[in-house]
C-alpha cells in the first residue's frame, strides 16, 4: 500500500522541518532524519557503486556533508530527502575523480 499525496506532502514538509532544524543545531532532529532517509539514500548510493561497504563509507561522507552544509538548505525550495540524494551523488562523483587521480601503486 502507498502513502497517499497528502500523506507523502506531510512527510517531505516534516523531513524538511528536520533539516531546517538541524540547520539550526538540533541533533535530535538530524538522527530522526537521517532514521527515515538513509536507507534510500544508501540504496541510490549502493546503486551506483556497487559494493557495500564503500557504499556505506559515502553514506556516512554524505550525511556529514549534510549536517555540516544543512544551512545551505534554507536557500533551497526542494524536498529535504531530494537535496541529500544530491549530496550523495556529489560525493559519488568526488570520490571517483579522486580515486581517478591517484597513481597506481
Do not use: K, N
Not at 502513502?3 to 538522527?31: C, H, K, N, Q, V
Not at 536507507?39 to 563509507?57: Q, T, W, Y
Amino acid at each position: 500500500m502507498s502513502a497517499s499525496p497528502a500523506g507523502e506532502d506531510a512527510e517531505r514538509l516534516a523531513e524538511r522541518g528536520m533539516l531546517i532544524d538541524a540547520a539550526a543545531g538540533s541533533r535530535e532532529a538530524f538522527a530522526h532524519l537521517y532514521d527515515l532517509t538513509s536507507a534510500g539514500v544508501l540504496g541510490l548510493i549502493l546503486s551506483r557503486v556497487g559494493d557495500r561497504r564503500s557504499a556505506e563509507d559515502l553514506l556516512l561522507e554524505t550525511y556529514v556533508r549534510a549536517w555540516q552544509r544543512a544551512c545551505d538548505f534554507a536557500a533551497y525550495h526542494g524536498a529535504a530527502r531530494a537535496w541529500i540524494c544530491a549530496l550523495a551523488l556529489q560525493v559519488i562523483v568526488e570520490r571517483s575523480d579522486g580515486a581517478a587521480q591517484e597513481p597506481a601503486a
